[in-house]
Each structure stands twice: as C-alpha cells, then as structure tokens.
C-alpha cells in the first residue's frame, strides 16, 4: 500500500499514477496542479490538513479505475461562512470553494463526501455527472443549500446527499423553476433520509437530504406530478412555482 502525506508544491504540478494495492493518498496542501489516476485497488484519497482545504490553491483532477476509488473533503475545523458550488463537464464533476483557490474535478469515484465546518454556508449544485456519488455534510450553522442551474434539475445524472443540523435552521431549495414542460417525479424515503427522483434528471439519479428544517421544491411552467409516499418528520416540505408562475401540481401517494 502507498501512504503520501504532504505538499503538492511543485508549481509544474504533479501527476501521480497509482498501483493496484489498497493506498492511502493525503493531499495535505498545493500550489501547483495535481492528477491523481487511482489503479486497482481500493483506494483512500483525502485532501484537506488540519480539517481545512485552503492549502489547495491549485486545481486537482482525479480518476477513478478498478476497484473502489473514495474522496473525502475535509473542511470541518472552517468556522468562517463557506460558498460551494457543485458543476459537471461532459464525465467529470468539478466542486468549488469550501475555502479552496482552485477546484477539483473527479470521474469514476466510487464516493465523495465534502465536509463543511461550523459557518453559515452556502451550497450550490447546478449539475452532476452520471455514476457519480457526492455526499455534502453541512456541519453546524444555518447553512443555505440550492440544487439545480439554468436547465432546472434536469443536469442532475448521479445521486447527491445532503446532510443538515436539525435546529440550526438549514435551508434547501430545490429548482426545478427553469421547466416548461410537464415533468412527473416522486418524493420518498431512502437511506434514512428523504429523495427525490425524477422531474428530468438521469434515470437512476436521486437528491436525497436529512437534517433541513425547511425543504422547499420550485416548479416552473410545465405541469409537475409529484408522487408522495413518505418523508421523515423533521421534514417540511412547501411547494411553490417560480415568482411570477401560479402553482402547477399535483400530489399523488400515501
């Protein structure tokens, strides 16, 4: 197994091929760009010293291969308010922010979690890449979450997990606003939280979030057809259209 613990401070950036054991990889800081092309084994991969990622000022690009290739995002000792913003490009998916100069782009992780700290943060994901896995913990804090960009949910290609802090007055938004066409989608219990499913995004692609004390879903123009089976009981749900567009849908289910 390989362990690398330590700076990527080489300003020509640094590509490392990894072999088919079980490693370890620790991207503690970086100046220049890093690629890390995972190999065969099952392979650990976190960035992030000291429960900060302002040490990565470069941009870092990593591939999944074989085996099971996980990310883990470390910001949780973060106290200042964070802004994060979730985009896709063709395979890859890039997240910003969360105190980071440059961004990180990833195709083929078998998991991402992003771990945030004790601010007021903000999360935005506009678009993911389908197979994609990424689980964002908001920490403590009255966070602001929105989910969905310019095409509505319809970028949405993987599954998204969304953990709050019950009480802290965390907020999600999810846009489906930008529609205008007649969408059906459904709301459910999953995994110990709540997901949605549908309304344009990739057949086995789902939003799943737990710990919001307020969860609202916007559609636009087009008719939505919501099927309502379960949700947890912290779980608030309040449907509305876009400002300027009556409310178009209908609740089907349980």
């Not at 998991?111 to 999360?123: K, Q």
């Not at 949405?156 to 997990?161: F, K, N, S, T």
């Not at 066409?181 to 709301?187: F, K, N, S, V, Y």
């Amino acid at each position: 197994a390989l362990t690398v613990l330590g700076d990527a401070s080489a300003a020509g950036g640094l590509t490392l091929l990894v072999g088919d054991d079980a490693d370890v990889i620790q991207l503690a800081a970086s100046q220049g760009d890093v690629r890390i092309e995972g190999g065969g084994g099952d392979d650990d991969i976190r960035q992030g010293a000291g429960g900060s990622l302002r040490g990565l000022t470069g941009d870092v690009t990593l591939l999944g291969v074989d085996g099971r290739d996980d990310l883990t995002l470390d910001a949780t000792a973060e106290t200042a308010a964070l802004s994060t913003t979730g985009s896709a490009d063709g395979a890859f998916t890039t997240l910003s922010g969360a105190g980071m100069a440059g961004e990180v782009r990833f195709r083929d992780l078998s998991s991402v979690d992003l771990i945030l700290g004790a601010g007021d943060d903000e999360i935005v994901v506009d678009a993911l890449s389908a197979e994609e896995t990424v689980r964002i913990d908001g920490g403590v804090g009255a966070d602001r979450a929105r989910i969905g960009g310019a095409a509505g949910l319809d970028d949405i290609d993987g599954d998204l997990v969304l953990i709050g802090a019950a009480g802290d007055g965390d907020a999600l938004l999810l846009s489906d606003a930008p529609e205008t066409q007649a969408e059906t989608g459904a709301l459910a219990a999953q995994n110990s939280a709540v997901a949605l499913t549908g309304f344009g995004m990739g057949a086995d692609a789902s939003v799943q979030f737990d710990g919001f004390d307020e969860t609202r879903i916007a559609f636009g123009v087009g008719k939505a057809t919501l099927d309502v089976s379960d949700w947890t009981d912290d779980t608030q749900i309040a449907f509305g259209g876009a400002s300027d567009v009556p409310l178009r849908a209908t609740l089907a289910g349980d």
